[in-house]
């Protein structure tokens, strides 16, 4: 059995943050934002928060990108480290989740839609956000047990 509550999904990149929201039954996750990514200060911290306080989220699900051998890459670390400053920065759970091939799934049904790459940069982060939730409740559905690893606040490696 999945739990209720509106979650929303984080596709963090070196440039831009995706965000997908689910409805409040858990079933399906649709695209929110691009959020600019604020390497130098935390004001995409301060967004993500003020969308989850809007969409009264009951938990933040970030994608953790692992490649295909299943080995850490930086952007597994960069990820990481953004989740448990999320973490920090929220008043609900934050999980990470495999995203293996989250970004390549969003540009090829953009594809589909007759979208382009090149003109879908910020769409693309708000697809593959998308794609990151979907598939954590997808996870959770099946399994009856929250997807990925619960982020711990002080964590950071």
Same mark, same amino acid.
């Given at each position: 059995?999945?739990?209720?509550g ?26 929110v934002?691009t ?32 490649n ?7 952007? =597994?670390d ?8 999320? #973490? $920090?920065? &929220?008043?609900?759970p934050?999980r @990470?989740?495999? +995203?293996?091939l989250s970004?390549?799934?969003a ?9 382009? =790459? ?9 697809? #593959? $956000?998308v &794609?990151?939730?979907?598939?954590? @409740?997808?996870a +959770? ?17």
């Amino acid at each position: 059995m999945i739990r209720s509550g509106t979650r929303l999904g984080i596709d963090v990149g070196k440039a831009r943050i995706g965000v997908a929201r689910s409805d409040p039954h858990a079933i399906l996750a649709t695209p929110v934002e691009t959020v600019p990514r604020d390497q130098s200060g935390s004001a995409d911290l301060a967004r993500i928060a003020e969308l989850a306080n809007e969409m009264s989220a009951m938990e933040l699900v970030v994608g953790l990108p692992i490649n295909l051998s299943g080995r850490r890459t930086p952007s =597994t670390d960069d990820a990481e480290n953004f989740a448990h400053r999320l #973490a $920090a920065a &929220v008043a609900v759970p934050v999980r @990470l989740v495999d +995203e293996r091939l989250s970004t390549t799934q969003a540009q090829g049904q953009l594809r589909q839609s007759g979208r382009n =790459t090149k003109n879908s940069r910020g769409i693309i982060d708000q697809a #593959a $956000a998308v &794609v990151i939730l979907q598939h954590a @409740l997808d996870a +959770e559905r099946t399994s009856g047990n929250a997807p990925g690893v619960a982020v711990e606040i002080g964590g950071s490696q």
